[in-house]
């Protein structure tokens, strides 16, 4: 016995048993055989192509780049060419290009022996990346039509390099130095550490004696592309074994005069001389006799702090021609020389190209016994002397200011004292002779000063000459010039 289904709505069952479709039914079904006819013989005629690029990871300037672009057809190959795409996509340069046809390459570039290497069909290599190889590159590929040989069917696939660059160079100075400073006058103190060749910009950041300094962000103004950094206004770290130690404060008050003053030092008026009375100005007095070859000057007294620095932090980032970031970085404090005079200070670069950061590192100090050059060092009469500063015991930042006087008299010129790393005396008179000059260097963190003694000799050839023109005069009138003069 066969069960017998109830029919739907719109549905019936004609004699032999079989359900009947609606009128409307049988065209769709028609139109969509149609249709996946249609869509057969297309897809006959044409085929299918499609390209994809492996995506590529960030690489080093230097590293070896493979570029790999994989398709799928089954269609025959026509050609495969490769783009390197810029100004924005404007310009699309041709890098390599493989002909199936003729089974030949053709590279586009300058030198394709270096620049880049068929492996395969889809893939170019390119060794010894640099900047400018860094943006998009399209792979383009071809198959001919089924149809007819005449028409060619593309598709492309697109990658993005992005090539890193490591700084190449990294240097810590200290800003608008040399320059006069006040002694008993605490001032701001300001460290750039630049950082060049870095693409992406790097981070660059400053520690104390190997300590990280905690820093209070700004924006300098007049520059719009600063990164004050994510970490924001921060308090002011204690400082690490920079306490003012027993050695200095016995040594600060040892300066000091009975009254409890600063005593006068050398370098507090380098434009005076001490001249005693009843003596001439230009002879050494018995006071200038006692001067050591070497004073050393470190007191500050009114710039000893009572609270703990406060470091302030700026950072500008500065385009470059070649697509790198120029990055300065500023560290600004009021300086003290009781703790800062030997600290270390250090600026480090982090990079995602660098498995380390960079590092440099300067250590603050005040100078100490420089060493004087006179040359010529047997000087005569008539004779130019050059004093120059040969350098000193150690090792000094930030760059001193060198000033040079007389003492107990100005300078040959006139002048009360003279700027610069060399003294330059011209046709010395005899009368300099014994003279003493004084150098002295300061910088922030301190000073110094040296003396030297000049002698001048007399000179045989400059006596000839006098002779010889007092002869001349003898002869001319018929009397001695000494007779004259009697």
């Not at 007399?458 to 009397?479: A, D, H, I, R, V």
């Amino acid at each position: 016995m066969v069960g017998i289904t109830q029919p739907r709505p719109g549905q019936h069952v004609n004699a032999d048993g079989v359900w009947d479709l609606p009128p409307n039914m049988g065209k769709m079904s028609v139109l969509s055989l149609w249709f996946l006819l249609c869509a057969d013989l297309l897809d006959l005629t044409v085929g299918y192509l499609t390209v994809t690029i492996e995506p590529l990871p960030p690489v080093v300037v230097g590293e070896t780049v493979t570029l790999k672009c994989n398709f799928k057809t089954d269609g025959r190959l026509r050609e495969i060419v490769w783009y390197r795409v810029t100004e924005g996509g404007t310009i699309k340069q041709k890098i390599f290009t493989y002909d199936a046809m003729f089974n030949t390459n053709y590279s586009h570039m300058e030198d394709y022996r270096r620049r880049e290497d068929l492996v395969y069909q889809s893939t170019v290599r390119l060794p010894e990346v640099r900047i400018s190889d860094n943006g998009p590159y399209e792979c383009h590929v071809g198959i001919y039509d089924r149809a007819t040989r005449e028409k060619v069917v593309l598709a492309s696939g697109n990658v993005f390099l992005t090539v890193m660059s490591p700084p190449n160079n990294i240097s810590v100075l200290a800003e608008n130095t040399p320059a006069p400073f006040s002694r008993y006058q605490a001032q701001n103190f300001t460290l750039v550490c630049t950082a060049k060749g870095g693409k992406p910009a790097p981070t660059v950041y400053f520690k104390r004696d190997g300590e990280l300094i905690e820093v209070i962000s700004y924006v300098q103004p007049g520059y719009g592309d600063e990164s004050g950094g994510s970490a924001g206004v921060r308090g002011a770290r204690p400082l690490i074994s920079r306490d003012l130690d027993d050695t200095k404060l016995q040594k600060s008050l040892s300066l000091l005069g009975p009254d409890g003053r600063p005593g006068r030092l050398y370098t507090e008026s380098p434009g005076r001389g001490y001249h005693t009375p009843g003596q001439p100005a230009n002879e050494p007095s018995p006071a200038t006799e006692a001067i050591p070859e070497t004073v050393v000057s470190r007191e500050f007294p009114r710039w000893v702090q009572t609270t703990d620095p406060l470091y302030y932090f700026s950072n500008t980032h500065i385009p470059q021609s070649d697509g790198s970031v120029l990055v300065q970085a500023k560290l600004t404090w009021t300086l003290n020389p009781q703790l800062d005079n030997d600290a270390l200070f250090s600026c480090e670069v982090k990079h995602p190209a660098l498995s380390m950061p960079m590092q440099t590192e300067v250590t603050l100090a005040a100078p100490k016994g420089p060493k004087l050059l006179m040359t010529p060092a047997r000087a005569k009469v008539g004779d130019t002397v050059r004093i120059t500063v040969q350098g000193f015991q150690n090792e000094v930042f930030p760059e001193p200011l060198f000033t040079w006087t007389r003492v107990g008299g100005r300078l040959l010129d006139g002048s009360t004292e003279r700027a610069g790393k060399e003294l330059v005396l011209e046709r010395v008179p005899a009368e300099l002779n014994g003279s003493m000059y004084r150098c002295t260097a300061q910088n922030p963190l301190g000073s110094t000063d040296t003396h030297t003694r000049l002698i001048v000799f007399e000179n045989p050839s400059m006596m000839k000459n006098t002779q010889n023109q007092n002869s001349k005069y003898e002869s001319l009138w018929g009397f001695s010039v000494r007779e004259f003069l009697v």
